[in-house]
T-cell receptor
Framework: DAKTTQPPSMDCAEGRAANLPCNHS???????VYWYRQIHSQGPQYIIH???NNETNEMASLIITEDRKSSTLILPHATLRDTAVYYC?????????????????FGKGTKLSVKP | EAGVVQSPRYKIIEKKQPVAFWCNPI?????LYWYRQNLGQGPELLIR????????DSQLPKDRFSAERLKGVDSTLKIQPAELGDSAVYLC????????????FGQGTRLTVV
């Protein structure tokens, strides 16, 4: 089962920052926080991931709280093309692990609608 | 470099018929996943491979679903016989390893069972 809680939907005005929250209160010390998004009729697309520190790449920023129980994905200047379902996933490192520890488990995500 | 390639993109079959989906992962990627996605839901993991070994197939309905990854490269997911409830999008993904790396997804195969 997914270990994260996300709001089912959010709206954002085009050009404004989109801040997508995620609660993961049961996260373990070695589990990473991943974000993916899925645009309609496409496969999920990786956005960013982090362990403890905040991370930034060309797509987004990931802010993880100090206690690591929640995080926020920030799209700094949302465009219409950012309309998608955004998934927050917690995942153990899984390196050379068997069983379920390397799995990427999706929940229902947040449907972000960017409006003109 | 080509991404994860899946075929076919669409498939319509009658119930009780067999169907197979094919996935070609990114070259050099050891980890391969198969997911099923129903309308309005997130992807549901069916099976994960590390090279040619199925390390987690606990969510694969083994009475009708089977999968293989010969030589640790391409993979095939089969359903026999298909049921109406199997209508969904079947997604394949690959990553360098099961470690903290990104997974790349294919476009998926949309299966309709009538």
């Amino acid at each position: 089962d997914a270990k994260t809680t996300q709001p089912p939907s959010m709206d954002c005005a085009e050009g404004r920052a989109a801040n997508l929250p995620c609660n993961h209160s049961t996260i373990s010390g070695n589990e990473y926080v991943y974000w993916y998004r899925q645009i309609h009729s496409q496969g999920p697309q990786y956005i960013i991931h982090g362990l403890k520190n905040n991370e930034t790449n060309e797509m987004a920023s990931l802010i993880i709280t100090e206690d690591r129980k929640s995080s926020t994905l920030i799209l700094p200047h949302a465009t219409l093309r950012d309309t998608a379902v955004y998934y927050c996933i917690v995942r153990p490192p899984g390196r050379n692990y068997g069983g379920s520890q390397g799995n990427l488990i999706f929940g229902k995500g947040t449907k972000l609608s960017v409006k003109p | 470099e080509a991404g994860v390639v899946q075929s076919p993109r669409y498939k319509i079959i009658e119930k009780k018929q067999p169907v197979a989906f094919w996935c070609n992962p990114i070259s050099g990627h050891n980890t391969l996943y198969w997911y099923r996605q129903n309308l309005g839901q997130g992807p549901e993991l069916l099976i994960r491979y590390e090279n040619e070994e199925a390390v987690d197939d606990s969510q694969l309905p083994k009475d009708r679903f089977s999968a293989e990854r010969l030589k640790g490269v391409d993979s095939t997911l089969k359903i026999q016989p298909a049921e109406l409830g199997d209508s969904a999008v079947y997604l394949c993904a690959s990553s360098l390893s099961a470690g903290p790396t990104e997974a790349f997804f294919g476009q998926g195969t949309r299966l309709t069972v009538v």
